[in-house]
């Protein structure tokens, strides 16, 4: 170093060997950063490499398609939704790279293809559904519709794969390697060619020759302290490959050989040879010792043995079944336990309790336990049991009800404690209650009902059930009617009402109706008898004289075979006949007001559900529900909103058209008829729900097969306002003050006046709005084909059981209404009306048109009177014209604006302090004239003005009392005026 630093000599010398020194100097400095810029990790990281838009474009949706995949295989449907929205965008990027390839990669229409499949197969699977939460549930939802519409544009190219998937993913691989492989030794290559372009052109060779063999260096002493010997430069030369080495790491890195991987795939047989003896072995030291439990495997479940209970050996007896008993429901709602296996070990250990003849009290206990168990297989309360649950607990609750009923020795009850058990010896005592899993399962099935589509044939099959559930409650019954207290009676009793009272008898009103028949027939034929009779048939006469002397004429013979009939018929227990006794056994013994409540609304809707209108009716006024209902629970508001409903109904098909309005206004008039009755929720707008409470409000809901229809409900509602509303309307069509009956049915008036062109009705409500109108000029005919017509019957009157006649009430009804319609509009045209006349237009009997004028003289809603000897009505023309009618509604409104001006005058001027006494103020005048016009306004009032002066005050003081008495009234309407 001395000798390149310090050299002596001439000063040509020296400056030239200092100008090559200084370039041996860069060159080496040049090669060592070329060194470390090889085997710099940071560097490697920031080296540029040149790709194609392709290349980029397409690894862009390979990295969208990796995430989406991962989020896949956790569920994670929320990631999954927005990552497929992020590989749309990254597709769209890419469209102009796609349309130089000729079409979409085929990698993406795999990616969609999995994506649909994943989506199915997660919408399919309800349990896992269930599960999900809200957030993924709502994204699953999102992410399906989203993908269906994505896919149509895609449907040639997923058919197509699906068709034939793996030929594309062949072909595909290799180019895509070989792009990849491609690209990245072009990418190297470039690399190599940038770092030899780094470095000057008239370096390159200096620098070979300090590296190469015989190179001439001046510095050769110096390397040859560095750098290995020319021998080993041979070695490592002939060791390298053609192209040399791009990267200096991989020179060092150690290489496998053959051998190696040889002696490595040997090591791995070997362990997995060990593994295989090794569970051999388990396998046969397992054989050879009894253990009680089997190890679990994974994959599909196989056919399992039978769980050993017990030790080899041990002695099976009471004892030792209680306490495997306990041990097994010590396990019970404890987290991480097999409710299935469970419910299989009770039943295995009933089955050693039989045969080993541990008697009947021990069986009971376990049958208890494992009915307990499934009922607990469901941990969610909201959630319905599973089918093969529900048969397995239907099986169970059926043998312990046979052997409760066939054994009188065994005593089960709630408050039975367990050190008082007696298991082992009769009489037995076991704690259980056989009412309380009847109710339990009752409370199930219907859960089964409402988590059912109510159109589907899933729910007829899971509704066939009912007839199991109604048999083991009648069994029940006849069970704690021998042995039960009378609270455990009005029990069941109750749950037995609660199976009856909504179903409607045909059986009953078949044979009614048969009898009915069978006695209209005989009359008639006894008719024609009598009528051939006196055309001159002698021997008819003979026959009848016989009959007289002694014999049974056909109408007798006719009557006797219908009582015959009837009193067959009243030997059969009818369900009227059962509600009456479970009730009337309720209404006695009951020490509960909510079942005594539900008995009393369950007996209502009976009556009133089989047309009983007094019966129904007088029961409900004699309970004074109506006056406590809020106070109770809201299954049983719900009931009696349902009681009402069908009180209404039966009302209407009675005739009372009035009741049943009345009885259908509270449910009718808000609009959610729907909801009250709890036949589904109503979406309100800008109101969300709590979770919880949805939760609560959907377990109420009542069973599809025992909805009310909707739709019957409100035309029956509709058309009862309109028989009352059109002929009110038509009374005090110039009555400023009328009030109204129904706001549901003005609402429909009102929106038909609006619509500019009305066209034929289609709705039902349009039907009855177009009604309305044809009875409001008289035009019965029209009104009744308005609301009785094809349509219509299809909707609502063949609803009904008893349809025909509900048709003829309605006609009737019509045909009276329009009458008084028409009577109360065209009244101050006519001088006097005939009787006659009427009754041919309206097609009424006589003797019915008369006492419809006469009720409404004695009503004073007709000013007239009858002339009975030329049958006519007399109009006495009390009522004003129509010209006075529209004075008299003037004069009101003017009287009312100017004390609203008077009013307003007051409260700007200020209070009476100014008119206390005559002429003080600058009001002094004013408050004498206003003294004057107070006096002339209210004389003949005595001792009201006594003072001069006060006219003004005493003015006042009567205002003061008038708006008083108004707003009272305003308040005693529920609202404030002011």
């Known amino acids: 170093m001395s000798s390149r630093f310090f050299a002596t000599g001439s000063d040509s010398e020296s400056e030239s060997s200092s100008e090559s020194e200084e370039q041996t100097v860069v060159q080496a400095k040049s090669t060592v950063t070329t060194k470390v810029f090889a085997f710099s990790d940071d560097e490697e990281e920031t080296k540029r490499v040149v790709r194609s838009a392709k290349d980029k474009r397409f690894e862009e949706l390979q990295n969208v398609i990796k995430q989406l995949r991962n989020h896949k295989k956790i569920k994670d449907i929320s990631k999954v939704l927005e990552t497929f929205e992020d590989l749309t965008k990254a597709l769209q990027k890419s469209q102009k790279v796609i349309e130089k390839e000729g079409g979409v990669p085929r990698f993406y229409i795999r990616a969609l293809v999995e994506l649909e499949d994943f989506i199915n197969e997660t919408w399919e699977d309800r349990e896992g559904r269930k599960k999900l939460n809200k957030v993924n549930s709502k994204a699953l939802t999102t992410m399906r519709q989203k993908l269906r519409k994505y896919n149509r544009d895609f449907e040639a190219k997923i058919a197509s794969y699906r068709e034939n998937p793996d030929v594309g993913d062949e072909q595909e691989a290799p180019e895509d390697d070989r792009d990849k492989s491609d690209s990245e030794s072009d990418d190297d290559d470039e690399a190599v060619q940038k770092k030899k372009s780094a470095v000057p052109a008239d370096a390159a060779p200096d620098m070979k020759s300090q590296f190469l063999k015989g190179g001439d260096s001046e510095g050769s002493d110096d390397s040859d302290l560095d750098w290995p010997s020319d021998s080993d430069s041979e070695s490592s030369d002939s060791s390298e490959p053609e192209g040399g080495y791009t990267n200096m790491a991989a020179k060092f890195l150690k290489k496998t050989t053959a051998a190696e991987e040889a002696a490595k795939a040997a090591r791995k047989q070997e362990k997995k040879e060990r593994k295989a003896r090794e569970q051999r072995r388990e396998e046969e030291e397992r054989e050879l010792d ?23 050996g041990t002695e099976i007896n009471h004892a030792v079944v209680l306490k495997k008993l306990n041990e097994i429901l010590a396990a019970r709602g404890k987290k991480g336990t097999d409710r299935s296996e469970q419910i299989m070990l009770l039943g295995e250990l009933r089955r050693i309790s039989e045969e080993n003849n541990l008697g009947l009290g021990m069986t009971v206990k376990i049958l208890f336990n494992i009915v307990a168990s499934i009922f607990d297989y469901n941990p969610n309360i909201a959630t319905c049991m599973k089918d093969e649950m529900w048969a397995k607990c239907i099986t169970y609750i059926t043998e312990t009800m046979d052997i409760l009923i066939d054994n009188t020795n065994i005593f089960v009850g709630a408050n039975v404690l367990e050190e008082s058990e007696a298991i082992e010896a009769e009489p037995f005592r076991v704690r259980g209650c056989i009412l309380s899993v009847m109710e339990r399962a009752d409370e199930e099935f219907i859960k089964m009902l409402q988590a059912c589509d109510a159109h589907s044939t899933e729910y007829v099959e899971r509704l066939k059930d009912e007839k199991k559930i109604e048999v083991l409650v009648v069994r029940l019954q006849k069970y704690l009617e021998e042995r039960g207290t009378s609270q455990e009676i009005c029990r069941v ?36 008898g009598e009528v051939e009779a006196k055309d001159g048939k002698v021997e008819r006469k003979d026959e009848e004289v016989e009959g007289k002397d002694g014999e049974v004429t056909p109408q007798e013979k006719g009557g006797e075979e219908a009582k015959d009939m009837v009193e067959e018929q009243k030997q059969k227990e009818k369900t009227a006949v059962i509600m009456d006794k479970l009730c009337k056994y309720i209404y006695a013994k009951d020490t509960t007001d909510r079942i005594r409540t539900r008995a009393i609304l369950c007996h209502i809707y009976h009556h009133a559900l089989h047309g009983r209108w007094y019966e129904a009716r007088d029961l409900m006024l004699m309970s004074h529900l109506q006056d406590t209902i809020q106070h109770s629970d809201v299954p049983t508001q719900i009931l009696y909103n349902r009681t009402m409903v069908q009180l209404g109904l039966c009302a209407f098909r009675y005739g ?36 919880e409470r949805e939760k609560i409000e959907k377990r109420r809901q009542m069973p599809f097969h025992m909805h009310i229809n909707l739709e019957l409900l409100e035309c029956v509602y509709l058309v009862s306002a309109m028989l009352l509303e059109i002929p009110y309307m038509a009374a005090h069509e110039f009555d400023a003050r009328r009030r109204m009956i129904s706001k549901s049915f003005h609402h429909q008036l009102r929106v038909s006046e609006r619509q500019p062109l009305v066209g034929p009705p289609e709705s039902m409500r349009e039907h009855v709005v177009a009604a309305s109108k044809a009875m409001k000029i008289g035009d019965w005919r029209a009104c009744r084909d308005f609301i009785i017509n094809e349509k219509m019957n299809g909707k609502v009157w063949d609803l009904f059981p008893e349809a025909e006649k509900v048709r003829d009430l309605i006609s009737r009804k019509i045909q009276e209404e329009s009458l008084r319609t028409y009577l109360f509009t065209y009244s101050a045209i006519y001088d006097s009306l005939c009787l006659v006349t009427l009754a041919e237009m309206f097609e009424l009997d006589g003797p019915v048109v008369h006492s419809i004028i006469s009720k409404m003289i004695i009503n004073e809603e007709l000013a007239a009177s009858w002339d009975e000897p030329t049958q006519t009505v007399v109009m006495h023309r009390s009522e004003p014209t129509r010209l006075q009618n529209l004075a008299l509604q003037l004069s009101d409104k003017l009287a009312n604006l100017v004390d609203n001006n008077e009013r307003i005058l007051e409260v700007k001027q200020g209070t009476s302090a100014f008119y206390t006494r005559q002429g003080e103020g600058r009001f002094g005048r004013q408050g004498k ?4 016009q107070g006096k002339e306004r209210h004389q003949g009032q005595s001792g009201y003005h006594q003072q001069q002066g006060r006219g003004y005050q005493g003015q006042r003081r009567d205002r003061g009392d008038r708006d008083r008495d108004h707003n009272k009234g305003y308040q005693n309407k529920g609202y404030n005026r002011w």
């Open 290 to 312: 009894e253990g009680e439990w089997t190890e679990v495997q994974r994959g599909a479940p196989m056919a399992m043995e039978k769980p050993k209970m017990f030790a080899k």
């Open 493 to 528: 009793y109750l749950r037995r009402i609660e199976h009856v009272y909504y179903k409607y008898d045909y059986e009953h009103y078949k044979t009614a109706d048969l009898i009915r028949k069978t006695v209209e027939q005989k009359e008639e034929e006894a008719k024609d």
């Open 656 to 691: 009372n058209i009035k009741d049943a309005h009345n009885a259908l206004l509270d449910i009718q008039s808000g609009g959610r008829a729907k909801e009250l009755l709890a036949q589904g929720l109503l979406m309100q707008r800008n109101v969300e729900r709590d979770p």
């Open 929 to 932: 004239e206003r003294h004057h």
